[in-house]
């Protein structure tokens, strides 16, 4: 069986071809189309009608190359920034209108679960009680559990690209000392109370995915991404927190000159590593296993061991005129 899902993230449009063999989802295929959706967003947080366009083109285009490889017609869904936009259903409305394709927005809490799944799968049953940190462009997921689903999750506006723009600006530019004590105060705020859950629940396994923990992981120290997926990967909290102090004393342009850092993701890496800190010292983890699964193979997991049912029967009933269906919630268990 050959399954495919189409992520609408903040910086990228990202398909994921993959044969679904023994339960697992083995990757086949990979495109990713960039349209910083983020940089789009206008004063009033809307996304506008030309946006719009460029994601209905980009979804349609995915769905073109999917079918090219014989995959079943693709699952695709959108995290935090259409999520969180004020003209949210007017994109999903415009990308139903031109391309005939059902564009979910995912909620943060339907992101960390579905993410954790994919993250158990991975670490097998031998990690133990899990934690799961995922970093997006405009959340943080948290995850906790002992199973196959989490006993809780939590979805955070923690995002690398909302705080970036919240506290650093567009620039690019080293921030201020100020600035960057103010984005920690933050953090610690917002994490207070998730951070105090987890350590309540006691020794655990912990998990990291995203792009943005990747790269980290790999300036700290952690083997490229020509090493494959079945390298170890870790990244300690102690080498996360000089990470924060080398990359704050840098300008965008310098970071993506840096080890793992890529050029799109340099401005916000610095968020995105004072969030990652901050939560692990908060949740008194001292290192984290980076897992290359993430959301789109919680989605394909799901579809595999739930059947086709279980993404439509998600969906919240909050539909549009025409009958398209706007939210996915926590999947079902």
């Not at 992520?7 to 295929?29: F, K, W, Y």
């Amino acid at each position: 069986m050959r399954l495919s899902v189409v992520d609408v993230g903040s910086n990228t449009v990202r398909l994921m071809v993959a044969d679904a063999q023994d339960g697992a989802p083995l990757p086949v295929h990979t495109s990713k189309w960039k349209l910083r959706l983020s940089d789009h967003l206008g004063p009033g947080d809307e996304l506008g009608e030309k946006t719009a366009g460029l994601v209905a083109k980009a979804v349609s285009a995915a769905r073109q190359e999917a079918l090219r490889w014989e995959a079943a017609e693709p699952l695709v869904f959108a995290t935090a920034v259409i999520r969180d936009a004020a003209d949210r259903d007017d994109v999903v409305r415009a990308v139903h209108a031109e391309t005939g394709i059902r564009l979910y927005t995912m909620t943060g809490e339907a992101e960390a679960e579905l993410t954790y799944l994919a993250a158990r799968r991975w670490m097998g049953w031998q990690a133990g009680p899990l934690v799961l940190m995922d970093i997006g462009g405009g959340s943080l997921e948290v995850a906790f559990g002992r199973g196959r689903l989490p006993n809780f999750v939590a979805s955070l506006p923690l995002g690398a690209n909302l705080l970036t723009r919240q506290f650093f600006g567009t620039d690019g530019a080293p921030p201020a000392k100020h600035q960057i004590k103010e984005l920690r105060r933050t953090v610690r705020h917002q994490l207070r109370d998730v951070a105090a859950r987890v350590r309540w629940e006691g020794l655990h396994t912990a998990v990291a995915t995203s792009r943005t923990f990747q790269q980290l992981a790999r300036l700290c120290g952690a083997a490229p991404g020509r090493r494959g997926p079945f390298v170890t990967r870790t990244m300690r909290r102690s080498d996360l927190r000089r990470a924060v102090v080398r990359l704050a004393e840098l300008s965008a342009t310098q970071r993506a000159r840096l080890p793992g850092i890529s050029q799109p993701r340099a401005a916000q890496c610095l968020a995105g590593a004072v969030v990652g800190h901050t939560g692990m010292k908060l949740m008194d983890l001292d290192m984290v296993t980076i897992c290359p699964w993430a959301i789109r193979e919680g989605v394909l997991l799901r579809r595999v061991e739930d059947g086709p049912g279980w993404w439509t029967e998600a969906a919240i009933p909050e539909r549009s005129p025409e009958g398209v269906p706007l939210r996915l919630a926590v999947p079902a268990r």
